[in-house]
């Protein structure tokens, strides 16, 4: 009898849902403490966490679907679609976020970074002000897609190295 084999797709999809739902669950609580602005170290290790444990999780249940093996290759497809599928997710509720939810949220993040650079550089208000004018390019919704894609490919690729090279285990044809 001729045994189909799992498609990677399949756990792509649907971790990256998960993680889609995920994320988006995390960013309503950052909303909900009015944090949804700042980002910072925490947010992101949480973000990093959550992303690695689902890929993870999924290159594990493909190997498991697959009679125990994944080859590198297979693992680090997941990954970056696991990766690319709730980075999709993030990036559209990040556009409902910014532009129906929260319409001043890219007014309070600009106020926010400005804040920062005041206290931890000893750049003048002038240069802060033209640094500040600078990243206003980069905050379109177009910019916002492009860049958020881009980092969702980079870093679930990233991401998925050390798990697929880990949990890596090449079928021995006999």
Do not use: R
Request: no cysteine.
């Amino acid at each position: 009898m001729d045994e189909t084999k799992p498609k990677t797709g399949k756990y792509a999809l649907t971790y990256g849902l998960i993680l889609g739902a995920l994320s988006v669950v995390f960013a309503l609580m950052l909303y909900s403490l009015d944090m949804h602005y700042q980002g910072g170290m925490l947010v992101l290790g949480v973000s990093l966490v959550i992303t690695v444990s689902l890929i993870t999780i999924g290159i594990i249940q493909f190997k498991k679907d697959n009679n125990g093996f994944v080859s590198f290759g297979q693992g680090l497809k997941i990954g970056v679609g696991i990766g690319l599928v709730g980075g999709i997710i993030g990036i559209i509720f990040n556009q409902v976020m910014a532009g129906l939810i929260d319409p001043e949220m890219m007014n309070k993040a600009m106020e926010y970074q400005k804040g920062l650079l005041m206290e931890t550089t000893k750049m003048t208000p002038e240069q802060i002000d033209a640094q500040m004018e600078m990243g206003k390019k980069f905050t379109t919704p177009s910019m916002q897609i492009m860049f958020g894609l881009i980092y969702s490919v980079v870093a679930s690729f990233l991401l998925s190295l050390i798990p697929a090279l880990i949990l890596k285990k090449q079928e021995t044809i006999q």
